[in-house]
T-cell receptor, first 111, second 114 residues
C-alpha cells in the first residue's frame, strides 16, 4: 500500500506564475489536509477536503489560493500569481478517519 | 485554537529524559503526536482519545489528562535518533462528525547530544 504521494517534490516558479501541487492520498482514504510550513516553523493548517467537497478552508488565503479533491484523481492545491512569500514546504496528509499520514511535501521556491 | 507547546526547544545529552507539553484552552477530542526531522515529512507517533489515557511504545510515551485539555509526551533515556521537532496536533470534533481539522502546535525542537 503506497503512502501519500506528493508531486513534484521541488517546484521553482517565477513571480506571477501559477503553481500546482498534487497529492494522491493513500488508498481508501477519503479525507485530505493541506498544510504550509515555513522554515523553522510549525505546520499551518490551510484546507481540509473530502472527495468533491471542501470541509474547512479557514486557513487558506482568500486570494490566489484554491484547492480541490475531485471524485477521480489527486487533490490539487493551486496558487495563482505566486509571490516570494509563497515560498514554503507544502504538506498534504490523508486520513481514513483517525491518524493522518503525511506525504513528503512539495518545496515551492518563488524566484 | 492552536494548542500551546512547551518548551520551544530542548537540548539533552544522550540518555537523559525529556517531557514535552501540549495544552488547549478547551476540551479536545483527541491529541496526535508527530516527530519531524529536518527536510522530512512528519511521522506519526501516537494518538490519545480518552481522558486519563496513557500509552506508549519503547521509551516514548504520552498521557492525556482527565479534562482532555493537556497532553504530555515523555522521552525516556533519549537516543540520538530522537532528535527532531515534535508537534502535537489536536482535534475538537467527534469521530462521527468528521468536520474538524487537525491543528498543530508550533513544535518543540529536541536536540540530543552524544
Amino acid at each position: 500500500n503506497a503512502g501519500v504521494m506528493q508531486n513534484p517534490r521541488h517546484l521553482v516558479r517565477r513571480r506571477g506564475q501559477e503553481a500546482r501541487l498534487r497529492c494522491s492520498p493513500m488508498k481508501g482514504h477519503s479525507h485530505v489536509y493541506w498544510y504550509r510550513q515555513l522554515p523553522e516553523e510549525g505546520l499551518k493548517f490551510m484546507v481540509y477536503l473530502q472527495k468533491e467537497n471542501i470541509i474547512d478552508e479557514s486557513g487558506m488565503p482568500k486570494e490566489r489560493f484554491s484547492a480541490e479533491f475531485p471524485k477521480e484523481g489527486p487533490s490539487i492545491l493551486r496558487i495563482q500569481q505566486v509571490v516570494r512569500g509563497d515560498s514554503a514546504a507544502y504538506f498534504c496528509a490523508s486520513s481514513p478517519g483517525f491518524r493522518a499520514f503525511f506525504g513528503q511535501g512539495t518545496r515551492l521556491t518563488v524566484v | 485554537q492552536q494548542p500551546v507547546q512547551s518548551p520551544q526547544a530542548v537540548i539533552l545529552r544522550e540518555g537523559e529524559d525529556a517531557v514535552i507539553n501540549c495544552s488547549s484552552s478547551k476540551a479536545l477530542y483527541s491529541v496526535h503526536w508527530y516527530r519531524q526531522k529536518h527536510g522530512e515529512a512528519p511521522i506519526f507517533l501516537m494518538i490519545l482519545l480518552k481522558g486519563g489515557e496513557q500509552k506508549g511504545h519503547d521509551k516514548i510515551s504520552a498521557s492525556f489528562n482527565e479534562k482532555k485539555q493537556q497532553s504530555s509526551l515523555y522521552l525516556t533515556a533519549s537516543q540520538l535518533s530522537y532528535s527532531g521537532t515534535y508537534f502535537c496536533g489536536t482535534e475538537r470534533g467527534a469521530v462521527l462528525n468528521r468536520d474538524d481539522k487537525i491543528i498543530f502546535g508550533k513544535g518543540t525542537r529536541l536536540h540530543i547530544l552524544p
